[in-house]
């Protein structure tokens, strides 16, 4: 059980185009999801937290309007690259969280590999 | 300072030896702790949880030292199987997790 999809699992698209990844829970409902992004040889950092039915939390520096997210089910969100350019080619991955399992307990997609021309 | 540090390593070791590496955390509130497992291009995976002063599975044993703050672990008999980046997590608050840069280990033939 708990079991989370992203689709697409790798994306290469032109400088200026937007870019939607798909987070999925499968087999439970998540209360919150979570987006994160990974640089090569660098720590996962959180972009932002969706709750269902309600606006996301961005951190600090994570502009919200280039960031699109959307969590209209529960057990579905998504993350809207607007306006890819090179720099935002980086590996995001989401994790959902249920109301079982310990504290904090996240699992996490497959991540999606997004390059821009 | 760093919510969460590793030495990035890599800790490179021939089969079957034992290797261990610490993380150390600042926040000294926290009081659960993970250890994910990252293979290259993957997602990370949790490998173990840690709510009390250790936890042990199989060939794997993380060990938490609150007094000092950190948290090691070690992998015992390695395997080829077991070359991955290893990432120690630290919850922020009841919902946000703080991932450390991760430690290479390359188990060699």
């Known amino acids: 059980g708990a079991v989370v999809s992203q689709h697409p699992s790798r994306v290469i698209c032109k400088s200026g185009t937007s870019v939607k990844i798909e987070c999925r829970s499968l087999?439970?409902?998540?209360?919150?999801m979570f987006w994160y992004r990974q640089f090569p040889k660098q720590s996962l950092m959180l972009m932002a937290t969706?709750?269902?039915?309600?606006?996301?939390?961005?951190e600090q520096g994570v502009e919200k309007d280039k960031f699109l997210i959307n969590h209209a089910s529960l057990t579905l969100s998504t993350l809207t690259v607007t306006s890819a350019h090179p720099e935002d080619s980086s590996f995001y991955i989401c994790?959902?969280?249920?109301?079982?399992?310990?504290?904090?307990?996240?699992?996490f997609g497959p991540g999606t590999r997004l390059t821009v021309l | 300072r760093k919510e969460v540090e590793q030495d990035p390593g890599p800790f490179n070791v021939p089969e079957g030896a034992t290797v261990a590496f610490n993380c150390t955390y600042s926040?000294?509130?926290?009081?659960?702790f993970f250890w994910y497992r990252q293979d290259c291009r993957k997602e990370p995976k949790l490998l173990m949880s840690?709510?009390?002063s250790g936890n042990e599975d199989g060939r794997f044993t993380a060990q938490l030292n609150r007094a000092s703050q950190y948290i090691s672990l070690l992998i015992r008999d390695s395997k080829l199987s077991d070359s991955a980046t290893y990432l120690c997590?630290?919850?922020?608050?009841?919902?946000?997790?703080?991932f450390g840069a991760g430690t290479t280990v390359t188990v060699r033939a």
């Open positions: 994790s959902a969280r249920g109301s079982f399992g310990r504290d904090n307990e996240q699992f």
């Open positions: 087999d439970f409902q998540a209360t919150t």
């Open positions: 969706s709750n269902e039915g309600s606006k996301a939390t961005y």
């Open positions: 926040n000294s509130a926290s009081q659960s």
């Open positions: 840690v709510y009390s």
């Open positions: 997590v630290v919850p922020i608050n009841d919902y946000k997790l703080s």
